[in-house]
């Protein structure tokens, strides 16, 4: 009997990984991942925790397939093996859900998975992967329609079809890069029952996350990954968030936040009704009013998908108005360009860092100046001034600790998604704007740079810039915001004072349930 072939029994090891190392020679010059030994074992979840940068997608990339070693061994179930691509890696039982969405917008639910299936292309019969995937999603309670166009899905949704596109293989390890960072809370503990069954069932589940507290919602052991080192493997029973956070980031990180009352009176940003349509040419703001003073943080409470992305968009012009006004500084911007939404003072923040935040082929250095480069000191009659961009960049980019190897040789593609994120906070708040409109900030850093972070829209807060804060991360919102107002369908369904905020309260409204 092969090693395919034989019953797999619980706490079976299926894959191991001893001594794995990764260099990327030319770019960084020590490893990122150093002579790393990890397995997992058949009915449990192993949490590979780490902060931005330590290499946990990098890990996970090669335990399925998708990068090479550099140096160590693999073995699956025993054997070793030698994984040449993700198809390999699907054949030897490995599949991976990525940390970004990686379909194809306008296919169907079926088509993409059928793309994604050994010779057959599109040419496969639709209906049979339309049947399987029908009995995949009722199998893991993983509910998505096979027959609808990926565009018309939520980013929750989205991420159900990849899991759902890896589970079509009947992997026995599934590998899970930060899978709830587009999910809500409800539906990121949904997604912990899933992996909790699947564990049951006699998966092997790795599941990646940089948030402590998902770590002890799901895992049975953990795995400390600091700059590319294993900081140690525990089962959950014998460690704490305190152990965990001191591995992870050599400190206990405590958030604390002081906040001083807002002085100022002066309206920094004002939206009067204003209606937009969304993607579908559906109705996606229904008559959104509020006014922003300066010195305040105005957050957003709501579930995904309520309106909070045409909103955003709305106020820096990337979206048409179809009614109502945006007022910035006493001005009437409504329907402006981008652009001139910039020079009046407005930073952003975007939802979508690498399509919008980013120009991911170009490099860091370009990135950080990106909204600079036409003017001087960073350019005189078209010519950039390179020394000056060099400095600037170095301090933006040091600012946020984010890790780069070379500001003009590195593409922006190649850093990790936290460190995207870094880049972009860097280079829209280096200037200190008067306004910044910030679609989840902190959403993929790490509680270092969250904190960071907090520390730095504080201040800014401050000095007198009014931040608009769109966040699903509840704890941010409530901690950062003098005012909230929770968004559902378009509108507006709330208003509260940030230091009297109760959580059951944004969440009943959050779920359209009027206090
Ligand atoms: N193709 C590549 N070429 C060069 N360097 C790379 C490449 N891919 C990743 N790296 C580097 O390897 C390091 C680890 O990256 P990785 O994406 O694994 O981090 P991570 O732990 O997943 O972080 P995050 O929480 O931000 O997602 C980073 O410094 C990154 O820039
Ligand atoms: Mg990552």
Known sequence: MTTAQRPIEKGEVLLEGKGISKGFPGVWEYLILDHIDFDVRAGEVHTLLGENGAGKTVI??????????????????????????????????????????????????????????????????LRRVEQRLRELSERYQLQVDPRARIED?????????????????????????????????EEAERLFEVLRGMAAEGHGIVFITHKMKEVFKVSDRVTVLKLGKAMGTKP??????????????????????????????????????????????????????????????????????????????????????????????????????????????????????????????????????????????????????????????????AQFEALVPDLWRSQTRILSGGNIQRLILGRETWRRPPLIVAAHPTEGLDARAIRHTWGLFLSLRGEGSAILLVSEDLDEVMALSDRIAVMFEG?????????????????LLMAGIRA
Not at 81 to 105: A, N
């Open 60 to 125: 996970a990339n090669i335990l399925s397939g998708f990068y090479s070693l550099t140096s160590g061994q693999l073995f699956v179930r025993g054997e070793p093996v030698t994984l040449r691509s993700p198809r390999d890696g699907l054949e030897h039982g490995i599949g991976m859900v990525h940390q970004e969405l990686m379909l194809v917008r306008t296919f169907t639910v079926a088509e993409n998975v059928a793309l994604g299936l050994k010779a057959f292309g599109l040419s496969f019969p």
């Open 153 to 185: 899905l939520s980013a929750g949704e989205q991420q159900r079809v990849e899991i759902l596109k890896v589970l079509y293989h009947e992997p026995q390890v599934l590998i899970l890069d930060e899978p709830t960072s587009l999910l809500t809370p």
């Open 236 to 397: 959950i029973s014998e460690t704490s968030e305190e152990e965990l956070s001191r591995l992870m980031f050599g400190e206990h990180i405590d958030i604390h936040i002081e906040r001083k009352p807002v002085r100022s009176e002066k309206i920094a940003l004002e939206v009067q009704n204003l209606e937009a349509l969304g993607p579908e040419g559906e109705p996606a703001l229904r008559g959104v009013s509020f006014a922003i003073r300066e010195g305040e943080i105005f957050g957003i409470a709501g579930v995904a998908g309520n309106g909070q992305s045409e909103l955003i968009e709305a106020v820096t012009g990337l979206r048409r108005v179809t009614g109502g006004r945006v007022i910035i500084f006493g001005r009437d911007m409504t329907n402006r360009s981008p652009r001139e939404i910039i020079e009046a003072g407005v930073a952003h923040i975007p939802e979508k860092r690498r399509e919008i935040g980013v120009v991911e082929p170009m490099n860091v250095a370009e990135n950080v100046v990106l909204k600079d480069y036409r003017k001087p000191p960073f350019s005189r009659r078209s010519i950039l001034n390179i020394p000056y961009i060099s400095r600037h960049s170095e301090k933006v980019v």
């Open 491 to 507: 509108k507006i369904v709330g208003l509260v004072e940030g230091a009297e905020a109760r959580r059951e309260e944004i969440g």
